[in-house]
């Protein structure tokens, strides 16, 4: 419980938290980075191909965390289920991980691509691009500590916004191509395995980010009902307009038009509607951004809050505003690491070498409901630090085709972790390092509260 006694307030129904969903995985990447696939699978059926199969991973995830979501409706999501079934040290890294680099880097690096588009669209000085960023950063931090409704209410218009401009690209690129702009240029031989495996790994980020959703699902209305509802409409969505964005990329630039493409959104509604398409779709790109941008600060703190809750974080965090009742002082830290990223530049190389952290935890989360299945965990009958309870939910969702569907996910994730550190392992060994640094500071934060390493929170 948080430890001024306010709870989280259940303000979000079934509508916010699949804008969440949506929000928390589209960002940049199915506008810029569907030319790396291209790159790697040169074909038009392993292209698009490759965005389905990711599809299918991304599907079995949210089934996934719909089913633990539905056992352990908390606040922390992943930091909860890893805490409670595989104890609290592969919690604390989940959490140290998301705050040191993956969040907050990932903060500063969106924010930065936001403010690029931003300065290009309104003519400002390449100076001044830092400075957009961080006062995005600023901006957002201060609408989520008004309140999670406020946040999410921010985050339902951009998400819409992002979904219409992906909806005239598909509308645009169906109706009015009629096959590439260029010639096709000869396909280069290669191994349908190996283009697969290659191209899979910026395939599987791009379809990350659903879990986010379920670090507020204390502050659903319903959360057994809705957020594994949401989490599945919500990839479902998303699966949807990734497979018909690449089916139109494909078919307006070709397959090596794609692939030597540098922003194969913008290279397709230019070619279609001229210099006009261009800047409605960059425009786009920096609202889908700032989108992305708000769901990763609106979520991330409940983790922050959480671990404070358990002790192994300032014990300010842990506190929930008694007005706005959020994690305001995890929002604070949060924001203030982020834009330190930015004032520094050091977040590209830091989100380099720790990437691979990303699908670690999510193979690991995958594990924990084998955990759950084993032990027969029935969940709680409440959730910590909100008001109300979640009894009274009936029909529990179940992930479907257990054991396989979890399988397959956690098959997934270690392969995109594998793949990535084979492609540089150097920086996996750095990114190891960093998170391995967290053992020391989850035991020196344990020492300090008085509780033995040993001890489950």
């Keep these: 419980m948080p430890e001024s006694g306010t709870g989280y307030a259940r303000r979000l129904g079934l509508f916010d938290a699949t804008m969440l969903v949506v929000g928390g995985i589209i960002g940049a990447g199915i506008f810029l980075n569907p030319a790396v696939v291209a790159q790697r699978a040169p074909t038009a059926g392993l292209t698009i191909g490759v965005w389905v199969l990711g599809g299918a991973v991304a599907l079995a995830g949210a089934f996934v965390f719909a089913e633990l979501a539905a056992l352990k409706p908390e606040a922390g999501g992943g930091y909860v289920y890893l805490r409670d079934a595989l104890g609290p040290l592969p919690g604390f890294l989940y959490g140290w991980t998301q705050l040191l680099v993956i ?153 090596p ?24 779709i960059a425009l786009g790109i920096a609202v889908s951004t700032f989108g992305f941008l708000n769901l990763a600060i609106l979520s991330a703190p409940r983790v922050y809050q959480a671990m404070a809750a358990d002790g192994v974080f300032f014990g300010g965090a842990a506190r929930l505003s008694e007005r706005s009742r959020v994690p305001a002082v995890a929002i604070l830290i949060q924001g203030g690491w982020a834009a330190l990223l930015v004032a ?19 193979a690991a989360v995958g594990v924990t409901l084998f955990v759950y299945r084993k ?10 630090g909100a008001t109300g309870t979640t009894g009274g939910e009936r029909g529990r969702f179940r992930c479907p085709g257990y054991p396989w569907v979890p399988g397959f996910f956690v098959v997934a994730g270690v392969f995109a972790v594998g793949a990535t550190v084979l492609s540089n392992p150097v920086n996996a060994l750095l990114g190891g390092g960093i998170i391995a640094l967290g053992i020391p500071v989850y035991l020196w934060w344990r020492r300090r509260a008085g509780v033995p390493a040993s001890t489950p929170s």
């Excluded at 690209?169 to 010639?183: E, H, K, N, R, Y």
């Excluded at 038009?257 to 279609?272: I, K, W």
């Excluded at 032990?375 to 009958?381: D, E, I, P, S």
């Design 103 to 255: 969040n907050s880097g990932g903060i500063a690096a969106v924010a930065m691509t936001f403010a690029t588009y931003t300065a290009d669209l309104t003519g400002a000085s390449g100076p001044a691009t830092p400075m957009l960023a961080v006062g995005a950063i600023v901006a957002l931090s201060f609408v989520n500590l008004l309140g999670i409704k406020s946040g999410a209410i921010v985050q339902n218009v951009l998400t819409v916004l992002k979904l219409a401009a992906l909806g005239a690209l598909i509308f645009v690129g169906l109706l009015l191509s009629a096959g590439p702009l260029a010639p096709v240029a000869p396909v280069v031989p290669v191994a349908p395995v190996v283009a697969i495996g290659t191209a899979l790994i910026p395939v599987l980020f791009a379809y990350g980010g659903w879990q986010s959703t379920n670090f507020v699902a204390a502050e659903l209305k319903a959360p057994r009902r809705d957020l594994p509802r949401a989490l599945v409409i919500g990839v479902g969505i998303v699966v949807l307009v990734y497979v018909l964005a690449n089916i139109v990329y494909v078919r307006v630039l070709g397959v």
């Design 375 to 384: 032990t027969g965990a029935t969940g709680t009958t409440g959730t910590t």
């Design 344 to 362: 520094t530049k050091t977040y590209g190389q830091l989100l380099d070498y720790v990437v691979f952290g990303d699908w670690i935890f999510f």
């Design 257 to 280: 038009g794609l692939a030597a493409s540098t922003a194969p959104a913008s290279d397709v509604m230019r070619g279609l509607l001229g210099p006009k398409g261009a800047t409605f």
